[in-house]
């Protein structure tokens, strides 16, 4: 578990949000510290903000409220101020949900085994004798990063030289609403780029009234889809509730999977480390990417490091490697520049930045990046998820496995054509994940329905 989320009134109330607040403060060692606070459009998400500081000030900390912003603005503002944050948000799931997503400062992530159980245990006291008031309480107050946020991502990602372009952006009445004018267009006050973009349900509205904010899911992206190319357009982006994932639609009104954005951005992000002078570079990718992201990686020089799945993990591994980007296949971008966390819309401008560079439309420019065959994610309802890895272990006995996270079984080195093949529990639900990826497409088919066999008789 890398945050909080729940039902607004029954799982998460404002007692237990000034609780966290207050064991935040505490676990952390923030007291006569700055704690940044943010929060996505939600109706609850006010109410919750005002507990979290009311919880944090009185341990000691002082509580900057950026108002209302996107997941990675909050990231920004943690890494620019070098600041532990608080982000209110339930990203892709529906209006009756609320949460917070936490980070040490800079951005540094938090998950169950570095700190989020112990501040929950805090919580949990808190919630039985209240929060006493320390001696010297912090105090509130407001900034907005908007502009600041917007100005740092177009001094990363240049894109005032690339070709005209006309995008579709779908921010699903999500933050994307806010932070996609201020970054492409002139909302923040910023030059104009040559780019035209055609607006999709930008108000912000926590009901999510058009569709869910879950671009991960394809219902979501018809609207998408139909209006670029309604308006003949180049590309299309689509942002999730809380604008921290951005899911790309080329030309032709069809996905770009994640894996092929995490491999065009890759090489985007090397050359620019490259321009810099760099010349030991890594790039992190999960091991549910396709085979052919690694293989871009290391073929313009840089090396590849394959690491679990994960929010909090990936932070880590960001850290620990020094890797200047690292992506996932559930349209998660991670970036050094940007304090190792992750950010949608940076990766959105790198895209943009390599089709607005050369003539070729997205469609024709992104296929290189997929010659592989995928099964996607499929998950399925288990009671016994343990007992079913192991007779999947059992059946491809003679095959190479690795339990890096979950069980992946791969073809034999040599083997023609080759494959892999991924197994995981959910950390949340009694789900298995499978995920099946070769260099035949018969093969992909006969492995996903061989394995799916097991998983659901």
Not at 1 to 18: A, C, Q, W
Not at 274 to 281: A, F, H, L, P, V
Not at 374 to 394: C, Q, T
């Amino acid at each position: 578990m890398y945050d909080i989320r729940g039902l607004v009134g029954s799982e998460i109330t404002p007692e237990n949000v000034k609780a966290i607040g207050a064991a935040f403060v505490d676990e952390l060692g923030l007291a006569g510290k700055s704690v940044v606070v943010g929060h996505d459009m939600r109706d609850s998400s006010p109410m919750f903000v005002e507990a979290f500081i009311d919880g944090a000030t009185s341990r000691g900390a002082d509580a900057i409220n950026l108002g209302l912003c996107s997941t990675d603005e909050c990231y920004f503002a943690s890494g620019h101020l070098d600041a532990a944050s608080a982000m209110f948000t339930a990203s892709h799931n529906p209006a009756t949900y609320n949460g917070i997503k936490l980070s040490r400062a800079s951005a540094r992530g938090i998950s169950m085994d570095t700190g989020l159980a112990k501040i929950l245990e805090r919580a949990e006291k808190y919630l039985e004798t209240g929060v006493a008031e320390v001696l010297e309480v912090g105090f509130s107050s407001e900034h907005d990063t908007l502009v600041e946020y917007a100005s740092y991502l177009r001094e990363l990602v240049d894109l005032s030289n690339i070709r005209p372009l006309k995008i579709v952006i779908d921010a699903a009445n999500g933050m994307g609403g806010l932070t996609a004018p201020a970054v492409f267009g002139t909302a923040a006050n910023l030059p104009k780029l040559p780019i035209e973009i055609i607006p999709m349900y930008f108000e912000l509205d926590g009901s999510f009234p058009n569709h869910e904010a879950n671009p991960l899911d394809p219902k979501n992206l018809v609207d998408l889809q139909r209006a670029v190319l309604a308006h003949g357009a180049d590309a299309g982006l689509a942002f999730d509730g809380d604008a921290d994932r951005c899911f790309v639609i080329d030309e032709k009104g069809q996905p770009v999977t994640p894996s092929a954005v995490a491999a065009i951005v890759s090489l985007s992000e090397i050359a620019r480390a490259k321009s810099r002078g760099d010349n030991e570079i890594t790039v992190l990718h999960n091991l549910l990417t396709s085979r052919a992201v690694a293989e871009f990686i290391e073929a313009a020089g840089a090396k590849a490091v394959r690491t679990r799945v994960g929010h909090s993990l990936i932070k880590d591994d960001m850290a620990r490697t020094g890797a200047i980007f690292g992506g996932e296949h559930s349209a998660h971008y991670y970036f050094k520049d940007f304090f190792g966390a992750d950010n949608g819309m940076l990766a959105a401008m790198n895209v943009l930045l390599e089709l607005g560079s050369q003539a070729k439309p997205l469609s024709e420019f992104a296929a290189r990046f997929n010659p592989y065959f995928a099964s996607g994610e499929i998950n399925s309802k288990v009671l016994d998820a343990g007992a079913k890895i192991d007779l999947i272990k059992s059946e491809f006995s003679d095959s190479p496995v690795d339990e890096l996270d979950g069980i992946t079984i791969s073809s034999s080195p040599g083997e023609s054509p080759w494959w892999w093949l991924n197994v995981r529990s959910s950390n949340t639900e009694p789900l298995l994940r499978l995920n099946v990826e070769s260099s035949d497409p018969a093969t992909t088919k006969s492995l996903t329905d061989r394995v799916l066999g097991i998983i659901q008789n």
